[in-house]
């Protein structure tokens, strides 16, 4: 069994833009994926992982109930 430990996926209306603003933060020059739930799925399928750990990220305080919720429901 293949768990990845260290994922970020977004709400589709939100993902582009977020992982726009993570890649330039990061560095990154080509993200893994496009940043929404079944962008996430696709790679997890197609690298062979059973499960994936998202851990989502508060850019504010205003956006931590938010976050936590979206989280949540990717439980299943």
Do not use: W
């Not at 560095?27 to 992982?49: E, K, M, Y």
């Not at 976050?67 to 439980?75: E, G, M, P, Q, Y």
């Amino acid at each position: 069994m293949i768990i990845d430990f260290h994922t970020h996926c977004f709400p589709d209306k939100i993902a582009a833009k977020a992982i726009e603003i993570l890649r330039k933060r990061s560095g990154i020059t080509r993200p893994f994926h496009d940043g929404t739930v079944d962008g996430l799925l696709s790679l997890q399928r197609n690298d062979g992982v059973d499960y994936s750990v998202v851990l989502n990220i508060a850019t504010n305080p205003n956006q931590e109930k938010n976050v936590n919720d979206f989280t949540i429901s990717l439980k299943n």
